[in-house]
């Protein structure tokens, strides 16, 4: 009897080994499969159009022996996420994104392959059917971006930038006005160049046409091109959003009470949180600044410790100033600030975002976004770099001041004195994008 026994258990085991060996062998395929599908499709995510599935499928395709277009994946772009059968296979594809909704698509690809295939001795003991499965997640490499898509946005009310007297007022790049744009009559009519013109007056790579999207119907304010060319105008477009939730990288673990603590030994202002007061006049220091419970912002003269021209790259100067509700009036009149310390294209391979600005030089959309508004003074000299995103500000500006901007200004509604011999411009910088960041390169993260 113990030897019946023993040589049971030895079949059982025997049994075991085998068919688990089998599957074991079967999952580690599955693996590498899962892991090339989801390496391929991610590299495939994009503004431009999602083809991460499409590529994945043709990946798991030659590794399974089927074929697509197969079940509702029927071509590039439309090939939804779900779970496909194919070829004893089931393959499940699934989206999400890596830094809360900054973009207007994924970035991370999961790939889950199971396979049932039939037993070979565990049928003996009533196991007809093996199941091995394996999964992959990956992401695109390097950092994400959403584009700046508005030299000029107003995005619940009229960008109402009036001329007159000595004054010119232009806009190189495209506009949104929730309203309506342009000056209050057509001898203060606001210019705006028939293509799109770079932030030192060269055009942008292939000739981009400029456009005017408005929310509403039609536009009864008065505008002209520059060149006498046509400024295509398209109503009833939803006011950009998509910087509401970006995922801000983290602050210097500090928080200042007094400006004589927020300085440093050449009185500079440091990156940090800011309670109950700003930086104002003098020089800050590359990085990240947020500002809470400050009833006026007033930044005074103050400028970046390292200074590049208006318009380009300040990787080792940039500065990025956070406001949330807790603030009251944002007085920018002589500020002279660069955010943007990242112009590289999407394949540049060196050091992204170094200062951690996002391109961005004044930011708010928070679930407690900022709503006190944005002044500039008589005789102002403003002159800011980078993405302004302040969508429940009111911003207003003296007939007799000349500030200058370069990137992407997106407030409430706009209202710009004419009268002046202030000369007011907003130029556009050509691919302007915010960056993402880029805490990790990409590929397998699990």
Known sequence: MIVVAIIVALTVLGVMVFDAGLAMSDRRNLQVYADSAALAGARSYGPGGNNAHWVAMQYLGSSLNFSVPTGSCSGAGNCPAGTYSVSGYTVTLSDTWRYNGIFNYPSVLDVVISHQQPSIFARMLGFSTLTSAASARATTPGPQFNGANYAVAAVNGDALINGGGAAFQTVTGPVYAYGSFGANNGPHSTGVPGVQTNYDGTTCPGNPTNFLNN????????????????????????????????????????????????????????????????????????????????????????????????????????????????????????????????????????????????????????????????????????????????????????????????????????????????????????????????????????
């Open 215 to 446: 929310g509403g119907t039609s536009n009864s304010l008065n505008y002209h091109t520059t060149d006498s060319s046509t400024l295509p105008q398209t109503p009833n477009i939803a006011p950009p959003n998509n910087y509401d939730n970006v995922s801000w990288p983290a602050l210097p673990a500090v928080v200042y009470t007094s400006a004589a603590a927020a300085k440093d030994s050449s009185g500079n202002w440091k990156p940090g949180t800011y309670n109950g007061f700003a930086p104002s006049g003098g020089f800050m220091n590359g990085g990240v600044y947020k500002i809470i419970n400050t009833p006026s912002v007033a930044l005074g003269n103050v400028t970046n410790t390292i200074q590049t021209p208006s318009g380009t790259s300040d990787p080792t100067g940039a500065v990025a100033i956070l406001l949330d509700g807790s603030d009251g009036g944002l007085d920018i009149s002589q500020a002279v600030l660069n955010g943007l310390d990242d112009l590289n294209v999407p394949g540049y391979t060196g050091t992204r975002d170094p200062m951690g600005t996002h391109n961005f030089v004044i930011w708010s959309g928070s679930a407690s976004p900022y709503t006190a508004g944005i002044t500039i003074g008589p005789h102002a000299g403003t002159d800011m770099s980078g993405i302004i995103y302040l969508p429940k500000s009111p911003y207003v500006s003296d007939g007799n001041s000349s500030p200058s901007f370069a990137g992407s200004l997106i407030v409430d509604s706009m209202t710009v004195h004419g009268g002046g011999n202030g000369a007011q411009v907003f130029k556009w910088v050509c691919g302007l994008n915010a960056v993402a960041g880029q805490p990790y390169d990409g590929g397998l993260i699990r």
